[in-house]
Nanobody
Framework: VQLQASGGGLVQAGGSLRLSCAAS????????GGWYRQAPGKQRELVAV???????NYADSVKGRFTISRDNAKNTVYLQMNSLKPEDTAVYYC???????????WGQGTLVTVSS
């Protein structure tokens, strides 16, 4: 299983970025895909997840600003981030969680830096 995350970068506060997580060896449409982030000196935290059925869940800090979505044809999960704040600065990681026997897979991180 490989998860290839991309789309991070430097953006000014109020700007937008879209992160992508392309998977191979696992099918997002029948499993759960998600984004987590880890800021310097802090623990990794959930940002957003999308289940196999399409239901989504967001951290309170990003509700109304971030949107997680999935393209089944491309086997890719996206995170659209709008109205970015300096506190959104972190390394963002994508994650796939299998159904049944639960196994988690992590992609490499992609750095998002939001300047004030």
């Amino acid at each position: 299983v490989q998860l290839q995350a991309s789309g991070g970068g430097l953006v000014q506060a109020g700007g937008s970025l879209r992160l992508s997580c392309a998977a191979s060896g696992i099918i997002f449409s029948i499993n759960t895909g998600g984004w987590y982030r880890q800021a310097p000196g802090k623990q990794r935290e959930l940002v957003a997840v999308v289940s196999s059925g399409g239901s989504t869940n967001y951290a309170d800090s990003v509700k109304g600003r971030f949107t997680i979505s999935r393209d089944n044809a491309k086997n890719t999960v996206y995170l659209q981030m709008n109205s970015l704040k300096p506190e959104d600065t972190a390394v963002y990681y994508c994650k796939a969680i299998t159904r049944g026997v639960v196994v988690s897979y992590w992609g490499q991180g992609t750095l998002v830096t939001v300047s004030s």
